[in-house]
């Protein structure tokens, strides 16, 4: 069920496509949303943590993969053994698709797995155009000379 509808806000707005993409995608509940658990960090300013519980699965069944500004992590895992009898099953070791929305200049530096959890290291790279910056006020000899020009009638 949609609660928002922003189709006012699109006809008046320019170049806010991606934040109206956002916003609809972020609407609803979906179950597989909820596995596996995971923890984003803040660790400073510019460096964030994403860490997944992944207990049973091994580094050739994981698979991370940045397009555009998504973070994709993909776990596939094998077909289960058949002769397996469980009496109570509460590791989920099933395959998992997890899209993570990247901020524009957040870019994966490492990721490792420790002990059934994987860690995915983000940093924010600004580029120096984009930061603040100052403008120093310069002195100067009077004010700035007006120019005017006349239409030829």
Do not use: C
């Not at 400073?44 to 049973?56: F, K, P, Q, V």
């Not at 290291?121 to 006020?137: D, F």
């Amino acid at each position: 069920m949609r609660h928002f509808d922003f189709t006012p806000f699109q006809r008046s707005t320019i170049g806010f496509d991606r934040l109206f993409q956002l916003l609809d995608g972020a609407q609803g509940f979906d179950a597989e949303a909820t596995y596996p658990p995971y923890n984003i960090e803040r660790l400073s300013e510019n460096d964030y943590r994403i860490t997944m519980a992944l207990a049973g699965f091994s580094e050739p069944e994981l698979k991370l993969e940045v397009k555009d500004t998504v973070l994709l992590v993909r776990g596939e895992k094998a077909a289960d053994d058949k002769d397996r009898v469980y009496l109570h099953r509460g590791i989920a070791a099933r395959s998992f698709e997890r899209r993570f929305q990247l901020a524009d200049h957040v870019e994966v530096k490492s990721a490792a797995l420790n002990d059934g959890l994987l860690h995915i290291e983000l940093q924010r790279n600004v580029p120096e155009r984009l930061k603040p910056r100052t403008i120093p006020i310069g002195a100067s000899g009077g004010p700035t000379e007006i120019k005017r020009i006349e239409a030829a009638a």
